[in-house]
């Protein structure tokens, strides 16, 4: 509750502060000195009032402009910064192959396991939701079998449930990158 009291004093201060510049400069104000000098009176009672009104709604629509402006460049910019995130664990992950070398599958699970935590924290910071991280992280076992049934990552394949489950994480990954990037108008 005390967000929200404190969010309408952030508007309201925003509102005022722009209406008073609305009103005191630009052209607005040069075409009312102007008429005024030019008919040697001033404009009408009822002509301020409804200036005033029609300030009030272009000013409570530029505020919340840009506040959408803000939220939207701030989305994008983690939506840029998981993309990142994502591209890496595509070529140094699940574009590797993997052999029956087991120090090649476990530096594959070392490597995947970072960029796992690296990906938490990040989404973590930038304010993701709890059920955003944990689409990424969590995995069932029948969803992880299934996809490697799917995709050709048998368990007969060295590897094939490891990859399986990097696939699944870097596509829901694209997911929450999705969700958050500009999309064009």
Partial sequence: MLNFVKDIGT???LVISNVAALMTGG??????TAYEH???GSISFWSFKWSIAAYFIITCFVVWREEHSKAR???QALADL???RRTWAIHNIENQPITDDVFVREELRQRETKWLTDLKQLMTEHGCSAQEISSVSDIS???LKAVARSTGFHDRNPGGIFKAMVHIRLKRLKEVIDAYSIKPM
């Avoid at 052209?27 to 009312?32: G, R, T």
């Fill in 141 to 143: 076992e029948s969803e």
């Fill in 27 to 32: 052209i607005i104000a040069a075409l009312i």
């Fill in 38 to 40: 030019w008919t040697a």
């Fill in 73 to 75: 460049n701030k989305n």
């Fill in 11 to 13: 508007f309201a201060w």
């Fill in 82 to 84: 998981l993309t990142e």
